[in-house]
Nanobody, 123 residues
Framework: QVQLVESGGGLVQAGGSLRLSCVVS????????MGWFRQAPGKEREFVSA????????AYADSVKGRFTISRDNGKNTVYLQMNLLKPEDTAVYYC????????????????WGQGTQVTVSS
């Protein structure tokens, strides 16, 4: 069983930045494709970003492309999400995910999840 713990959320004004972190334990981190998803109140959980095992390939939702950057430090078993130029519509609980089977775009394909960290962007 893998454990994921997110941190770094908070309240920020529009145009500001936050960096989310997700520490993974309990299983090899290096072998995992890692993903970030978010869920706003009353909405379904949606894909934000993903990164391959080596970090060589990254993917982003169109809504965050050019503003968010995903990265990983395999030595620290940690994946990051740098969020810049934040908008009120980025407000959501952000979740880290691991153990993907199939397309990383779909939340249902990830078997392990963190507890989430709240990001609130004020206008």
């Amino acid at each position: 069983q893998v454990q994921l713990v997110e941190s770094g959320g908070g309240l920020v004004q529009a145009g500001g930045s936050l960096r989310l972190s997700c520490v993974v334990s309990g299983r090899s981190f290096v072998g995992n494709v890692m993903g970030w998803f978010r869920q706003a109140p009353g909405k379904e959980r949606e894909f934000v970003s993903a990164i391959t095992r080596s970090g060589g390939i990254t993917a982003y939702a169109d809504s965050v492309k050019g503003r968010f950057t995903i990265s990983r430090d395999n030595g620290k078993n940690t994946v990051y999400l740098q969020m810049n130029l934040l908008k009120p519509e980025d407000t959501a609980v952000y979740y880290c995910a691991a153990d993907a089977s199939g397309s990383y775009y779909y939340a249902r394909n990830f078997g392990s999840w963190g507890q989430g960290t709240q990001v609130t962007v004020s206008s």
